[in-house]
């Protein structure tokens, strides 16, 4: 297949980009590089366009692109800087996406991935976990509201236009090349603190849960939606796992084998407390289930960044 990856150069596009060409498919990727680098992409053997999904001028192209599938992973991913700046994240995630529907449906793209969010969800009682994909979807972050809206965008494009995707709610994503910010940040941050042998600060009582998969079991699953016949649908990419962040903290000091003690700062708006997507509907729908374990992953990451340190 001949596949837009948007948001290609950032840290999920990057571990994508490299399982399609393995694959055998013909990638091209677009990015702004407002926070993706060219640098994490390989060095060829696809085809780059630096630009931003916003533009008049990105909807020509891939119009004329004649795409079998585009991956829409472009737009801001951060629930603080949503807060502050709701308009920069509706251009970003809304209006963004609305150009890129408009040329997958002018040029006849047969799917669009969409890369959506835990935020989605909101917080839930207790009971309700794991988050299964039929839940009312109530966010608590603007953040999570355009993400929703793009998934309600995505409905009415196959119902007016025919337009068949694929959307893929992220458990918290993490792993080599993540940058700071956005879901699944704590991991990065961390990564790089001990790498660095600093310590560790955590927002709230640490109490706070989230469910950590690997950014390559991310790529494989969004592989897989785009050959899957059960379309039109939202499926949960996740390791159906609550992980707090005292024990993340715990599994890093094995993993360094040394413990760490971390420091307790006030808890930040918009986050949620508990977190933890169901996976069934992927593992029958998408014949997909995470591989890599959080130990095993946490270790990938660590070395990543020590070794970019070095």
């Given at each position: 297949?001949?596949?837009?990856?948007?948001?290609?150069?950032?840290?999920?596009?990057?571990?994508?980009?490299?399982?399609?060409?393995?694959?055998?498919?013909?990638?091209?990727?677009?990015?702004?590089?407002?926070?993706?680098?060219?640098?994490?992409?390989?060095?060829?053997?696809?085809?780059?366009?630096?630009?931003?999904?916003?533009?008049?001028?990105?909807?020509?192209?891939?119009?004329?692109?004649?795409?079998?599938?585009?991956?829409?992973?472009?737009?801001?991913?951060?629930?603080?800087?949503?807060?502050?700046?709701?308009?920069?994240?509706?251009?970003?995630?809304?209006?963004?996406?609305?150009?890129?529907?408009?040329?997958?449906?002018?040029?006849?793209?047969?799917?669009?991935?969409?890369?959506?969010?835990?935020?989605?969800?909101?917080?839930?009682?207790?009971?309700?976990?794991?988050?299964?994909?039929?839940?009312?979807?109530?966010?608590?972050?603007?953040?999570?509201?355009?993400k929703v809206t793009v998934e309600h965008y995505l409905d009415l494009y196959h119902e007016l236009y025919g337009l068949d995707y694929v959307v893929l709610r992220f458990a918290n994503v993490y792993g080599e090349r993540q940058g700071d910010k956005g879901e699944g940040g704590v991991i990065s941050i961390f990564a790089k603190r001990v790498a660095r042998g600093e310590g560790l600060t955590i927002f709230g009582d640490g109490g706070q849960t989230r469910d950590f998969i690997y950014a390559g079991d991310i790529a494989r699953g969004i592989c897989r939606a785009l050959v899957t016949e059960k379309v039109n649908t939202a499926y949960n990419l996740s390791t159906q796992t609550e992980t707090s962040l005292k024990e993340l903290v715990e599994i890093f000091g094995q993993v360094e084998g040394r413990a760490l003690v971390p420091a307790y700062k006030e808890a930040r708006e918009g986050d949620i407390y508990r977190s933890m997507l169901a996976n069934e509907k992927a593992k029958t729908g998408l014949g997909w289930e995470p591989e890599v374990s959080l130990t095993e992953g946490l270790r990938r990451t660590v070395a990543y960044f020590r070794s970019a340190e070095a």
């Open positions: 297949m001949k596949i837009l990856v948007t948001g290609g150069a950032g840290f999920i596009g990057s571990h994508l980009v490299r399982q399609l060409m393995e694959l055998g498919h013909e990638v091209v990727v677009l990015d702004n590089l407002s926070t993706g680098a060219r640098e994490h992409l390989p060095a060829g053997g696809f085809t780059f366009w630096q630009m931003d999904d916003r533009e008049a001028a990105a909807r020509e192209k891939i119009a004329a692109g004649h795409f079998d599938a585009i991956v829409h992973l472009a737009g801001q991913t951060m629930v603080d800087a949503s807060i502050r700046d709701p308009h920069f994240d509706a251009a970003e995630n809304v209006m963004g996406t609305v150009n890129v529907l408009e040329a997958a449906r002018e040029s006849g793209v047969s799917r669009v991935i969409f890369a959506s969010t835990a935020a989605a969800y909101g917080d839930v009682t207790e009971d309700l976990l794991p988050l299964r994909e039929e839940l009312r979807l109530a966010p608590l972050s603007f953040y999570g509201l355009t």
